[in-house]
């Protein structure tokens, strides 16, 4: 499936329908409205008033943004749409149907629309057109300038003439001096009827309009006496700062002067006028001045020798913004004609505005906008499922982004494809790359791919091409989703976040380009990218990045804690970890160090968003993880950019004062509202009581019992339910350690192991004989000495999150290095998983589109690698132990042994056989993260 619009697979490109060309420029903005009309039809009898129903016909009127037309009447429904849109079409002078004009017959249309834009039939037109303002402000303006229009408002407003220019020389899509060389071109070959003012760069009629049709047309107008527009100044030097203006326009004073006279320059007709910047349907453009050298020679001269001393003056930013060459001090306003209205449309712009201009060019930018939370939000580095993501999707971050930066649409195509079939239940293989630290945990994910070869999974390939539609990015990764639709943003995702990367970093060599686009899966063809990112190589740094992490460890204070009970509270599991959903209120303030000046900056009373994905800023993150419901928090944050405070201040003079201040702190109070924990969680809780965690704990503690072990390591210890159980429960251990990838979970588990430690008064003495607690940061995948010899290891639930190459590494690594007398190994089982859909529908609601597939399975948590059968797993732990000299049983909670489909969490105890460990000499690799210890505390 291809969707988009892609290049042609030829040369020849069939002709678009009107309203193919209509859907192009307004998607589902244009609105076709087709009615009925009975036609009067003439019965041949003169005199005979009674009307007579002919047949029926159809009239379609079409509603665009800015204006509507109204079809003939038709025959047929969609003859009448094709005649609106073809109507439309007209109006705008786009894609007229001089499809294969010769260069000569587009001079000769050129000049004849010249002819008309300046006669009296287009002044008087009735609907109004952006370009008549300006006759009728040029009119209205006094003096020598008396019905001079600038030949760069012909150029920018005049959609005809664009397009019959763009047959005459193909670059003016990038140029805009060439097109208004073209103009004065056409306009000398009518010198008897239009007056070419070279130094002024504009053209009046030889012969001025009636004066009446001229005073009718002034009469109209409903301009206020005078009017302030803000706008912003954007300066050809970036050690200026921008800064905001007020331009003064009214009646009688054409706009287009009052920004000429804030350039410093005499008037309107040596400015020159950008396109649109942002959402197509803005008036927002840039104002620059034409350069002073300008001179006029024969054919297009104006424009090649500007060239190459544009390049020295360029205003980077400005050229950034528009995608248009642009030198010299720049003004950035919301004003202009419209075809709305015969009025002048104006609105503030301001710095702020300018701000989120800028930032809606980066893919960060555009995310942290559509969330509205420019300081809290990040591109999240992960897509795990739609009802998971919050703010814009990665598929339209990327369509905005290429739009902003005039590229063609994203082509995204997505194949089916089954999965294999002698592995039920596996996930396919993934990228290498994708494996930092943090990313086992709520890392990259695919849903899905479910019972033997019966459920398709989709991938998706992105690509991009430029206008000219050349080839410059494709992007193939390789995980697979059960919905194309996971899988599309997924691959968009990827694209995004690398092209942030690189907008970060614009001076990246094609090497250092090429090889962390692998990273992403993306190809890049560094020639045609480099072409037409070149733009942004010119700007200046922009640091959009938000507040890192500053240590490894943050002390927030928490406060507001309701029950000062937290255990309690703790252990309710309303704590978030990876996956969850979690609801904050928060407001963040820029306060100068002792606080006695607060200006607020952005919050939100209900702010949701996916834990373990990177959706916020990581200190964000990292306190919310330690936080639990109802408890509020208060910590600072890196003070991020200028850039992006400024996008977010409204008013901008009091917080660049407080920024300049150099004294200054950002400050962030957040309150944990809800947590919704992960489906897996979710469906654990609502099924089995007590809960499957809750009885996986209880299997493992009977055997700790049983066993008369004094230690014990627990190997991804998550959030650390087990050791929390351990203490709560009479058993022989005095030393007990915890290991695990996840800095998150391990500061979950160093907060509730803390609190259950030195929290307990004399009164609860405590029931066990620990010494020792430690919590390890570190891969079970390598070994520590420091692990060797402890009597039971314990892996609840954490195989089944390493790849399936990983799962049996540690195994052998466990068995053969900490030759542990006891293992003990929990992983979901796979086949179980049609009783957790079944018994649950309501979790199928998230998968609405999916009603069909009830019977389908899927992983029980999106971070899951693989999920194994009981046959599966059984010949892996009978292998395994096999190979280490232990013995192996196997059992399982929730459901029954005997019973089909087996236990939910199946379960295998390897007991070593011989009684002497080897002691292989390692070193030490996990750090240590949190420590306890009795002899160093109070407790007897
Ligand atoms: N055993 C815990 C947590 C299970 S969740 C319980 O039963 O509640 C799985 C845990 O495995 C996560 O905390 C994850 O961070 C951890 N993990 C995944 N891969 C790991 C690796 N290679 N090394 C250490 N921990 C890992
Ligand atoms: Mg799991």
Known sequence: METGKGPASGPKKTPLTPKAIIYQRFGTEACYKVEEVQEVVQNGCPGLAIPQKGPCHYRCSLQLPEFSVVSETFKRKKDAEQSAAEKAIQKLGIQPKE???????????????????FSIEFLSAIHPHPLSGHFRAALATEGHLNGFIPVAAIATFDAKTNSLCKHINSEVESNHLLVMSLIIEAAKRLADTLFFSEEKLSLKRLTPHPPEIIQSLLNESNLPESISIEAVRIPSSTKQTVESLMLNASFGNYYLDAIAKELGVEDASKIMISRTIGKASSETRLYFCAPESITI?????????QASSFKVYSNAVATYLSGQEICGDAILASVGYTWKSTDLFYEDLSLCAYYRILANKIPRGIYKLSREAMLAAELPTAFTTRSNWRGSFPRDILCTFCRHHRLSEPVFSSDSIEPLPDLPGRKRLRDAASGGNETNEGGLAATAVAQEGCTLVYRCTVKIYSKCQDLILLCSPKESYKKQNDAINNAALKVLLWLDRFLDKVDMSVE????????????????????????????????????????????????NVQNSNLEDEVSSGMTPSSGSLVCVTYNIYLATEKECIKEHLEGSEEFEFEIGSGAVSPVLEAVVTQMSVDQSACFT???????????????????????????????CEVTLLRVTVPLEDRMEQALFSPPLSKQRVEYALQHIRESSASSLVDFGCGSGSLLESLLAYQTSLDKIVGVDISQRALARAAKILHSKLNGNTEAEQPTNRIKSAILYKGSILTCDS???????????????????????????????????????VSTPNYEYNVILQKSTP?????????????????????DHKFEWTRRQFCQWASELALRHNYDVEFSGVGGELNKEPGFASQIAVFRRRDSSPVNADFTEHYDVIWEWSSSNNSRS
């Open 297 to 305: 020679g024969p054919s297009s001269e104006l424009y090649m020798k």
């Open 842 to 862: 309501q979790y199928q609601e998230e998968d609405s589109e999916e009603k069909s597939q009830q019977q389908s399975c899927k992983f029980r948590n999106h």
């Open 786 to 824: 420091r692990l060797c010899g402890y009597d039971i290891a314990t892996c609840l639930e954490v195989i089944e999150h390493m790849e399936e190459h990983d799962a049996c590494s540690f195994g052998d690594i466990v068995l053969s290095s900490f030759c542990p007398q006891l293992l003990i």
């Open 637 to 667: 944050m890196e003070l991020p950019s200028k850039e992006i405070v400024l996008a977010v201040a409204h008013d901008s003079a009091n917080i660049l004062s407080l920024l300049s201040s150099g004294t200054c702190l950002m400050k």
């Open 512 to 559: 250092e380009m090429t090889s962390s686009a692998k990273g992403f899966d993306i190809l890049i063809y560094p020639q045609q990218f480099v072409t037409e990112f070149s733009l942004c190589q010119i700007l200046p740094k922009y640091r959009w990045s938000s507040a890192k992490v500053a240590g490894s460890f943050l002390c927030p204070s928490y406060s």
């Open 99 to 117: 499809d294969n004009l010769t260069v000569e017959q587009a001079w000769n249309e050129l000049t004849a629309r010249l002819s008309y834009l």
